[in-house]
């Protein structure tokens, strides 16, 4: 049986570890870390990640900017408050929730935040830097999966890894992060000849591919560390109930694997602590303080 790879443990000790270092950097420039979130219309899942990141600012000893617009807003009244914000000395982060209402450009307003202030790590300035080993801000969630994999397993030199799934937000960041840590990375997709047997010479799995209990027990290498991103929502037992599962057959892989990550539990609180974290990163760059001696 594989061990549990706890993201709930470990993005509270996580959080409670940049609260003190929040502490740290407001008593040393006078002033809090600033987080700024828009969002524009009613969708009730964004409207769910909004309120809990604004909690989780406020409990780390953040301000949190909140900026709720209306779903028929002008693209251009949007990219202004976006330049309004790059602009304001209170905010280090910026993050637009997505999506926006239907017929918004998104990349145009995701490329108009200041890619300094991108905690999101959505711009393409930022997909750069992580490209070119440059220092810059890291999309949270394929962030969150790497500081799991390295809790489980330190020095990832020399293993070799399968990231499944090649979006901007998860797939692409999370092979470049695994290759900036010396990994040998294979990036399968839709496209992929042989998924299973591409799986059977990982060590590290990550899944992020949005379907159900894809990744089988029996396509894994015994012992692999298998971080499975997928949230997925299906019929529950009981009748009218749903369910949350991953991407990997849990009941599989757990005994294949060497560790795992539940759904839920995994990699989903990581996300939230990770925004956090690049949040605090990029007030400590702005204000040129010394994160490591806080
Ligand atoms: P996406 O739809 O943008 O990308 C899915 C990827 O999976 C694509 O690159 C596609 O090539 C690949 N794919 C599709 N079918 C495949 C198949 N049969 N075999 C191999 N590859 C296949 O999704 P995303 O935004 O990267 O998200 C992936 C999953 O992760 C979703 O379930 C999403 O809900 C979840 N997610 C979780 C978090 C979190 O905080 N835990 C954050 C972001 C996304």
Redesign the pocket.
Known sequence: MATLIDGKAFAASLRERIAGETAGFTAKTGRKPGLAVVLVGEDAASQVYVRSKHKACIAAGMESFEHRLPADTAEADLLSLVAQLNGDARVDGILVQLPLPEGMDENAVIQAIDPDKDVDGFTTASAGRLLTGLPGFVA??PL?CLMLLKDALGDLSGKSAVV????????KPMAQLLLRESCTVTI?????RD?PETVRGADIVVA????PE?VKGDWLKPGATVID????RVPGEEEGKTRLV??VDFASAKDVAGAITPVPG???P??IACLLHNTLDAACRREGVDRTAL
């Open positions: 949270c969630t969150g499944i799934g090649r979006s901007n937000i998860v797939g399968a997709h839709s496209r992929t998924l992020a591919v949005g379907r894809m991103v997928g949230i997925n991953g991407d995994g990699v989903g990581m996300t």
